[in-house]
């Protein structure tokens, strides 16, 4: 499970961040998580609950937003949702091959709120 | 009052700015860098062996090896004269890249042709971070199922080559050389699929000859 790991990085990014809001309090994160990142959704919040308390974020809230698969068809340009992301044939011709991922590789942190009350 | 920001930034861009160093760095050295995965006991190990022993008078090699519980690997590995570093990833599941450039710190990379990661033996993990690598390779042993690229697969979506590791032990398992194949393209038109038998030697020259022209190009 390398979520722990995962959530060491996200801290890295937050701490950085934050020095931009100098005694502001760190309240909620939102995270994209795409389909194909191999990050799974539940242990990552497990993660975060387990590493968050009693830390400089404590009580700060992670929202993880699951971004499904988009991908354009490498034969046709067709760009769909496979509804299973190991084997995605095209709608249009079928294809099997060469899809290139539009949307759904990306581990992002969106957006965070901060609250100057403290 | 609270407020919302939008920073839009990469978790994982840390470990790729690392990964971006380390790369121009083997460019600028000319060394090949292989990143070998595969799931516990499929034969990095003995693949290395072989390999460090039969291209000796080729190249010069070494190894960081992130298989670990003891350091009985390094020292197989160490024992064949290439140079062998471990990493200790206490418990972790996959090496990152600033794993690699600390070990790399105990490695005399002057005249090195070729730097074989030894990856935590794991499917999963491994295929998420990348340690500035110029190419990874998995390995999958006859032993276990041929339906492997289909259950992990990011993994071979990634790989430039999947070694079928173990042939010598295909008539007593019930493993189809093919369907692994046509599973693997099915992810990765691009994949090299090899079977192989590091043990007893069987088809590595075709091994040999893709990491002689890898390294080659990198020159
Ligand atoms: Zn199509």
Known sequence: ?118 | MSKEVTIVRNVLEANDRLADELQNNFRVKKILCLNLMSSPGAGKTTLLERTLTDLKDEFKMAVIEGDLQTDNDAQRVAATGAQAVQINTEGGCHLDSGMVMDALKAIDTDGLDILFVENVGNLVCPAEFNVGEDYKVTLLSVTEGDDKPEKYPFMFHISAVMLLNKTDLLPYVDFDLNKAEAHAKKLNKDIQVMPISARTGENMEQWYAWLRKKRAEKL
């Not at chain 1, 959530?7 to 809001?21: F, H, N, P």
């Not at chain 1, 046709?76 to 995605?88: A, I, K, L, Q």
């Not at chain 1, 060469?98 to 965070?112: A, N, P, Q, W």
């Open chain 1, 1 to 118: 499970m390398h979520e722990m790991s995962i959530v060491e990085s996200i801290l890295g990014i937050l701490r950085e961040e934050m020095v931009k809001y100098d005694g502001q309090k760190l309240t909620k994160v939102t995270l994209k998580n795409g389909q194909l990142a191999g990050v799974v959704t539940e242990s990552l919040q497990f993660a975060w609950e387990a590493l968050i308390p009693g830390g400089e974020f404590d009580g700060a809230e992670l929202e993880i937003i699951e971004v499904p698969v988009k991908v354009a068809c490498g034969e046709c340009g067709e760009v769909f949702s496979p509804d299973h992301t190991r084997c995605m044939p095209c709608p249009k011709c079928e294809a099997l091959l060469g899809h290139t991922v539009l949307e759904g590789k990306e581990l992002l942190i969106d957006s965070i709120e901060v609250d100057d009350q403290q």
